[in-house]
């Protein structure tokens, strides 16, 4: 029974590059939530999605920062062009259809950009 | 602009003893609330959660208290035991907002002492 999955769980990138975030959910849970949380700061949320579709984005910056939830495979956050204000902890969530609320989180991936 | 606070970063508590988690909110649209348990290097796992229809759920040794003219929500662990020491989230969201991800609060850091 395999809980939510991310990789990696470290990465280090040199500002300017690009970062992937993996996301696999929970088995049988078809929505994928990314939070980010900054040092000394609460999870804040950025993107919800199902597959195949992004249900709400409200809380994604405009620029960099992408994410996908395709029909194979895991969800994807992608940050482009990475300043070391993106150094952070990212994390996916998942849900199952009829009951958002009780989100299911992964171990987080922790970004740092050098 | 915190909607949802948490104002203590840190609690210490004696094992055996009540620990009482605060948490604060100011978007009186929320109308779901959540704790979320942290430790370092996991991500945050669900605990209990209450609807605004209700003021009071309890499971095991967690209860959670909702007063809403106060806006106010506080978490209850008794008795308190030294592996609940960790990173306690308050969480909300607005069932009627249309979909999107939880509010978190900053955190507070329980310290159960022997």
């Known amino acids: 029974n395999a809980g939510v999955m991310q990789n990696p769980r470290h990465l280090v990138r040199r500002r300017g590059q690009e970062a992937r975030l993996r996301c696999s959910p929970m088995k049988g849970h078809s929505h994928v939530y990314w939070y980010r949380q900054l040092p000394e700061e609460g999870l804040k949320f950025m993107v919800y999605?199902?597959?195949?579709?992004?249900?709400?984005e409200s809380g994604m910056p405009k620029e960099r920062f992408s994410a996908e939830f395709p029909k194979e495979g895991p969800s994807i956050l992608r940050i482009q062009q990475v300043v070391r204000g993106d150094s952070a902890a990212y994390f996916c969530?998942?849900?199952?259809?009829?009951?958002?609320?009780?989100?299911?989180f992964g171990p987080g991936t922790r970004l740092t950009v050098t | 602009d915190q909607q949802v606070k948490q104002n203590s970063p840190s609690l210490s508590v004696q094992e055996g003893r009540i620990s009482i988690l605060n948490c604060d909110y100011t978007?009186?649209?929320?109308?779901?609330f959540l704790w979320y348990k942290k430790y370092p290097a996991e991500g945050p796992t669900f605990l209990i959660s209450i609807s605004s229809i209700k003021d009071k759920n309890e499971d095991g040794r967690f209860t959670v208290f909702l007063n809403k003219s106060a806006k106010h929500l506080s978490l209850h662990i008794v008795p308190s035991q030294p592996g609940d020491s960790a990173v306690y989230f308050c969480a909300a969201d607005n069932s009627g907002g249309g979909a999107d991800g939880l509010t978190f609060g900053k955190g507070t850091h329980l310290i159960i002492q022997p």
């Open positions: 978007n009186s649209m929320f109308d779901y």
């Open positions: 999605l199902q597959k195949e579709n992004i249900i709400d």
């Open positions: 969530a998942s849900s199952p259809k009829d009951s958002f609320y009780e989100q299911y």
